[in-house]
C-alpha cells in the first residue's frame, strides 16, 4: 500500500536491522578467516595485534538504537530559543505520559530541550547509518494530488516548513547546526505523527571533517547535552518520541507509469520511492538525447513536448545527505502530434 509509506519506512528499517544481523555472521567468518591467515604466517605476539586490526576493520557494524525522548519529561528540561518555546504537553501523547509542544518563530527562534543527563552518541558516531527520528505531529494538511494517492483529493499530512534547523549543543560546549529541507512521507491520517529524520554523519560532515574516514567523537564531544529545534516560521507543532535508529535501507524506485501524450499537453509525473530515513531527492531529465540535466526536482511534476516524437524520461533518486547509492529509472514517451 503506497499510502502507508511510513508504516512501509517503519517495517523496511526493522526488515533491515534482521538483515544486519543475519549479516553479521559472515563477517565474523570473514574475520576468522583473516585471522586464520594472520596465524599462518605471523608470530604470536603480532597475531593477536592482527586479529584486532581485522575485527575492527571487517566485521560490520552493530546497529545503534537508543531513545532519546519517550514520553517522559522528567529527563529533559524544557525551555525555549529567542522568543520560541518547548513544554509539556498532555494532548495527542504517543508514548509514555507526555509530549513536547514546540512553538516556532523562525529558524532562530524555538524550542530547546536539555537532558539532564547528557546522552552518549559515540556508538551513534562510529556508525555512518544512525540517524535521529523526532516523531513529529504537525496540525498542517495539504490536498493529495497525487493521483496514485488512494485518498487523492483528500487531506493528507503536509509539513508546515521548507526548512528546519537543528541545533546540537555537546557537554564540552562543541555546537553542531544543521539547516535541512523537510519532507515528510504521505501519510493517510493527516493527524498522524510523521518522522523527521537527519543523519548523524551529516553533523560531522558540516564540521568538515566528514570526508570518508569518520572521525572519532568521544568523551564529552560526542555527549548531547541539548537540543535546539527551529522550523522556517510561525508554528506550533508536537514531538511524541525521539530516537537514534540505524537505517541500512538502499533507495528503491518504482518504476514510471506509462502515459498517453499530445503535443504541448502538460503530463504529470509521480515518483514512487522509498529511502528508509533517508530525505530524498526526485530530480527528473525530460530528454535524455541531450544528455541527463536536473530539467525538475520534486516528487511530483509536470512536463510537456512541443514537437511529437519518443523522449525518454529519467528519474534518479538521491538522498539529500549523499550517503545512499542514487537509483534511477527511465520511460519512454511517445509524444503524438
Ligand atoms: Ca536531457
Avoid at 30 to 36: D, I, L, N, Q, Y
Avoid at 130 to 142: A, D, E, G, I, S
Avoid at 207 to 227: F, I, Y
Amino acid at each position: 500500500m503506497r499510502s502507508f509509506l511510513y508504516v512501509t519506512d517503519t517495517e523496511r528499517n526493522q526488515v533491515s536491522l534482521m538483515d544486519q544481523n543475519r549479516r553479521r555472521p559472515r563477517s565474523v567468518s570473514a574475520t576468522a578467516a583473516v585471522t586464520f591467515a594472520v596465524c599462518a604466517s605471523l608470530t604470536g605476539l603480532l597475531l593477536l595485534g592482527g586479529a584486532a586490526a581485522a575485527r575492527q576493520q571487517g566485521a560490520a557494524l552493530p546497529p545503534v538504537t537508543f531513545s532519546l525522548f519517550r514520553g517522559d519529561t522528567g529527563d529533559v528540561t524544557l525551555s525555549g530559543w529567542g522568543s520560541g518555546r518547548a513544554e509539556e504537553t498532555k494532548e495527542n501523547v504517543l508514548v509514555g505520559d507526555s509530549a513536547i509542544r514546540v512553538t516556532t518563530q523562525g529558524l532562530y527562534q524555538g524550542a530547546r530541550i536539555d537532558f539532564k543527563n547528557p546522552v552518549d552518541l559515540s556508538s551513534a558516531f562510529m556508525n555512518p547509518k544512525t540517524y535521529v527520528r523526532l516523531q513529529v505531529r504537525f496540525t498542517t494538511t495539504q490536498t493529495a494530488f497525487d493521483p496514485t494517492n488512494p485518498e487523492f483529493g483528500a487531506k493528507v499530512a503536509a509539513a508546515p516548513f521548507e526548512r528546519m534547523r537543528f541545533l546540537l549543543t555537546m557537554a564540552d560546549g562543541t555546537q553542531h547546526e544543521l539547516v535541512r529541507p523537510v519532507v515528510i512521507p504521505p501519510a493517510e491520517d493527516p493527524d498522524a505523527y510523521v518522522p523527521i529524520n537527519f543523519p548523524i554523519a551529516a553533523i560531522l560532515k558540516k564540521s568538515g571533517e566528514g570526508n570518508g574516514a569518520r572521525p572519532m567523537v568521544t568523551g564529552d564531544a560526542a555527549k548531547l547535552k541539548s537540543l535546539a529545534i527551529f522550523g522556517d516560521k510561525y508554528q506550533q507543532f508536537t514531538i511524541g518520541e525521539i530516537n537514534v535508529i540505524t537505517d541500512d535501507t538502499d533507495i528503491n524506485v518504482e518504476p514510471l507509469e506509462d502515459q498517453i501524450a499530445f503535443v504541448n499537453d502538460s503530463l504529470t509525473f509521480v515518483a514512487i520511492a522509498e529511502g528508509g530515513a533517508s530525505t530524498l531527492r526526485y530530480s527528473w531529465d525530460f530528454d535524455a538525447k541531450d544528455g541527463i540535466q536536473e530539467d525538475a526536482v520534486g516528487r511530483v511534476v509536470e512536463h510537456g513536448w512541443r514537437t511529437p516524437g519518443t523522449y525518454k524520461v529519467t528519474l534518479t533518486v538521491s538522498d539529500e545527505d549523499g550517503l545512499k547509492k542514487p537509483q534511477t529509472t527511465s520511460i519512454d514517451i511517445e509524444v503524438a502530434p
